[in-house]
């Protein structure tokens, strides 16, 4: 299967620390890249490969991964991080990029 | 500064045609792989094509072959999409993405254009 699987939403108090899951057959071979985007925007890249952050992302943002799961960590979560994030990841068998459903986070 | 811009957005009917463009900028347009996103209206995002380089090789997601044709001009460094027989689940905010290749099975999106929206309704 090349789908890619989010929770909908997930909440996290102010300074707290979440994790957001991403979960499917094609990060077996392929690591995610995950995104946000808050509305009216433009998705924004945060994390890529295993642990990889653009210059411009803060150093709270960190990725991993666990067999067929991706998981994105903010440590200390800010108030602007509330946010839709989504993970893709190539599917080799297609050649096709695959996006999750996205996470909605709740910054409290 | 690093900028890609859509247009050609706007209504269409259901079973027309529209063509969107996407003018790079502030990168050597000639050496990244690009991509289509679109975003329908509270809902995630879909990825919907990829072209290489040169234009040779391009993948679309099954829910636009067939319809849809993505090509590119590099000495215009501009990306287009052309979509035909538009359908209402086609309505959407249409972005065009850079790949960087940061990773080698790319499918990292490091440049987002605005996006353009289009709208399938009578």
């Known amino acids: 299967s090349s789908e890619l699987t989010q929770d909908p939403a997930v909440s996290v108090a102010l300074g707290q620390t979440v994790r957001i899951t991403c979960q499917g057959d094609?990060?077996?071979?392929?690591?995610a890249t995950w995104y946000h985007q808050k509305p009216g925007q433009a998705p924004v890249l945060v994390i890529y490969?295993?642990?990889n952050r653009p210059s411009r992302i803060p150093d709270r943002f960190s990725g991993s991964t666990s067999g067929n799961t991706a998981s994105l960590t903010i440590t200390g979560a800010q108030a602007e991080d509330e946010a839709d994030y989504y993970c893709?990841?190539?599917?080799?068998?297609?050649?096709?990029?695959?996006f999750g459903g996205g996470t909605k986070l709740t910054v409290l | 500064e690093v900028q890609l811009v859509e247009s050609g957005g706007g209504l269409v009917q259901p079973g027309g045609s529209l063509r969107l463009s996407c003018a790079a900028s502030?990168?050597?347009?000639?050496?990244?792989?690009m991509n289509w996103v679109r975003q329908a209206p509270g809902k995630g995002l879909e990825w919907i094509s990829d072209?290489?380089?040169?234009?040779?090789?391009?993948y679309y997601a099954d829910s636009v072959k067939g319809r849809f044709t993505v090509s590119r001009d590099n000495a215009k460094n501009s990306l287009y999409l052309q979509m035909n027989g538009l359908r209402a689940e086609d309505t959407a905010v249409y972005y065009c993405?850079?790949?960087?290749?940061?990773?080698?099975?790319?499918?990292?999106?490091?440049?987002w254009g605005q996006g353009t929206m289009v709208t399938v309704s009578s």
């Open positions: 993405a850079r790949d960087s290749r940061w990773l080698p099975a790319g499918g990292t999106f490091d440049i």
């Open positions: 072209i290489d380089t040169t234009g040779r090789t391009i």
């Open positions: 502030g990168f050597m347009f000639n050496s990244y792989e």
């Open positions: 893709n990841s190539r599917d080799s068998n297609t050649n096709h990029v695959v």
């Open positions: 490969g295993q642990n």
């Open positions: 094609s990060l077996r071979t392929s690591y």
